[in-house]
């Protein structure tokens, strides 16, 4: 097992969807409610959030964006006033490449997770973000995982490690 640091610096969860269902129309106005706490139930999803039993062995029950690299998009199109939040993804985290957790396990503050794929960008990020978002997310939009266990995700905790299993092609869970 590889111990990594990780710090979760934001969560969030939305009671309704915004872009799914909503293609070829305005998107939905629900709003990232931003949380101290989320709780993770396994199998199903985030408890209060839209994606909660949203599909049978759905692999986004959770999902993770990284603070740089939204700091970099910020950057990239000189964005001021944005919000991690614009970016729809649950736990916004410091200090991993979410890319090397796709087809591993994983453990968060006690948490079992399976990274299943790339939270790919769509074509709404250019509106949330600016122009061109979509293109500069590529590979990098964040990550999308089925939750093993139960528990509860703190932010701004203090650094944390997780452990990350060395073998891959577990995203069959």
Same mark, same amino acid.
């Given at each position: 097992m590889l111990?990594?640091?990780?710090?979760?610096?934001?969560l969030y969860i939305s009671p309704g969807h915004n872009f799914v269902g909503h293609h070829g129309r305005e998107p939905g106005t629900h709003?990232?409610?931003?949380?101290?706490?989320?709780?993770?139930v396994a199998g199903r999803g985030i408890r209060d959030d839209r994606y909660f039993d949203f599909k049978n062995d759905y692999k986004g029950q959770i999902t993770f964006f990284s603070l740089e690299i939204f700091e970099e998009l910020c950057g990239a199109f000189e964005l001021h006033?944005?919000?991690?939040?614009?970016?729809?993804?649950n736990v916004i985290t410091r200090g991993?490449?979410?890319?090397?957790?796709?087809?591993?396990?994983f453990e968060v503050q006690g948490v079992s997770l399976c990274g299943t794929q790339e939270c790919a960008p769509c074509y709404w990020m250019n509106g949330a973000f600016a122009p061109g978002a979509k !293109?500069?997310?590529?590979? #990098? +939009?964040?990550?999308r995982a089925?939750?093993?266990?139960?528990?509860?995700l703190r932010s701004n905790s203090?650094?944390?490690?997780? !452990?990350?299993?060395?073998? #891959? +092609?577990t995203t069959s869970r």
């Open positions: 111990l990594q640091p990780v710090e979760i610096c934001h709003r990232m409610i931003e949380v101290p706490v989320i709780e993770c006033d944005c919000a991690p939040a614009a970016a729809r993804r991993v490449d979410l890319n090397e957790l796709i087809g591993r396990e !293109e500069f997310l590529k590979g #990098r +939009g964040g990550l089925k939750i093993l266990s139960d528990g509860g203090p650094v944390i490690a997780s !452990e990350v299993e060395g073998s #891959r +092609g």
